[in-house]
Antibody
Framework: EVQLVQSGAEVKKPGESLRISCKASGYIFTSYWISWVRQMPGKGLEWMGRIGPGDSYTRYSPSFEGHVVISADKSTGTAYLQWSSLEASDSAMYYC???????????????WGQGTLLTVSS | DIQMTQSPSTLSASVGDRVTITCRASQNINSWLAWYQQRPGRAPELLIYRASSLETGVPSRFSGSESGTEFTLTINSLQPDDFATYYCLQYDSYPLTFGGGTKVEI
């Protein structure tokens, strides 16, 4: 069974750094991309970017590039989303999701993690 | 970026109704469209991919269709479990973009 298990909820202050995780199991980690998706409170879904764990190639949405970094550790089957300086506007639910790779953008997202709730407040 | 315009934003329906939700793409996306269901407090779940292919395990009352740049999710005989928010996703071009969502409520 495919599982994406994310790290727990976080409460941080503006300016702090953070890394959240997404541990994959039930499939070959390097055979699928991992995307990250943001959902702000009461709002819709926004694709942030993705990584191919096999080669660590990343692609970001322009809306998020430069503000977050996506990485992956093949040895542990874990993907990460990190911030170096959080802002209050980063408060949201963050989902990791599995995506079959393809020649350009890949295929549809087919599995989701349970989400990590981030609250940034002074 | 490709814009995905989803309508309606809210839909009121009853158990047993047939409902349709539409996503219009701002340009050709070559059928690279998926539909997701999100129940309150839960992660989204895949329903339909490649515009009309039903994901394994998803009830057959869900179906997807397309006409040019307009894509439709149809739910036949709405069940209590179907009251949720639905999103389309285009994966033809970067960045991937979602529709704004349709909340199906009683």
């Amino acid at each position: 069974e495919v599982q994406l298990v994310q790290s727990g909820a976080e409460v941080k202050k503006p300016g702090e750094s953070l890394r959240i995780s997404c541990k994959a199991s039930g499939y070959i980690f390097t055979s699928y991309w991992i995307s990250w998706v943001r959902q702000m409170p009461g709002k819709g879904l926004e694709w942030m970017g993705r990584i191919g764990p096999g080669d660590s190639y990343t692609r970001y949405s322009p809306s998020f590039e430069g503000h977050v970094v996506i990485s992956a550790d093949k040895s542990t089957g874990t993907a990460y989303l990190q911030w170096s300086s959080l802002e209050a506007s980063d408060s949201a639910m963050y989902y990791c999701a599995r995506q079959p790779p393809g020649t350009n953008t890949g295929y549809h997202i087919d599995s989701w993690g349970q989400g990590t709730l981030l609250t940034v407040s002074s | 970026d490709i814009q995905m315009t989803q309508s309606p934003s809210t839909l009121s329906a009853s158990v047993g109704d047939r409902v349709t939700i539409t996503c219009r793409a701002s340009q050709n996306i070559n059928s690279w469209l998926a539909w997701y269901q999100q129940r309150p407090g839960r992660a989204p779940e895949l329903l339909i991919y490649r515009a009309s292919s039903l994901e394994t395990g998803v009830p057959s009352r869900f179906s997807g269709s397309e006409s040019g740049t307009e894509f439709t999710l149809t739910i036949n005989s709405l069940q209590p479990d179907d009251f949720a928010t639905y999103y389309c996703l285009q994966y033809d071009s970067y960045p991937l973009t979602f529709g704004g969502g349709t909340k199906v409520e009683i």
